[in-house]
Nanobody, 119 residues
């Protein structure tokens, strides 16, 4: 059974930085894609960043130049370095993972979420 465990959320002042981490256990696929999503109550979930098995990254426009996604194949784990945080970055952040298939990355596994609050 695949489990994703996140850590690193918290409260920070605007302009500050936080690093989120997500570690997978029980993952046995040959490939892995990672993504970070965030959600604010009453709003749709937004994909913040993703990194494919080969290392290609994508970012939401709202975080480009401020956030950086990374992965460690050996663990396996992923991180999200968040700099120059803004109050609008406040949300519950979720990591997601899954194998790379013929249709692209499938994020079938999710963490429990970690709260980020920027004041």
């Amino acid at each position: 059974q695949v489990q994703l465990v996140e850590s690193g959320g918290g409260s920070v002042q605007a302009g500050g930085s936080l690093t989120l981490s997500c570690t997978a256990s029980g993952y046995t696929y040959d490939s892995i894609c990672w993504a970070w999503f965030r959600q604010v109550p009453g709003k749709e979930r937004e994909r913040v960043a993703s990194i494919e098995n080969g290392g290609r990254t994508t970012y939401a426009e709202s975080v480009k130049g401020r956030f950086r996604i990374s992965k460690d194949t050996d663990t396996p784990s992923a991180g999200l370095q968040m700099n120059a945080l803004k109050p609008e970055d406040s949300a519950m952040y979720y990591c997601a993972a899954g194998p790379l298939g013929p249709m692209g990355c499938g994020f079938g596994y999710w963490g429990q979420g970690t709260q980020v609050t920027v004041s």
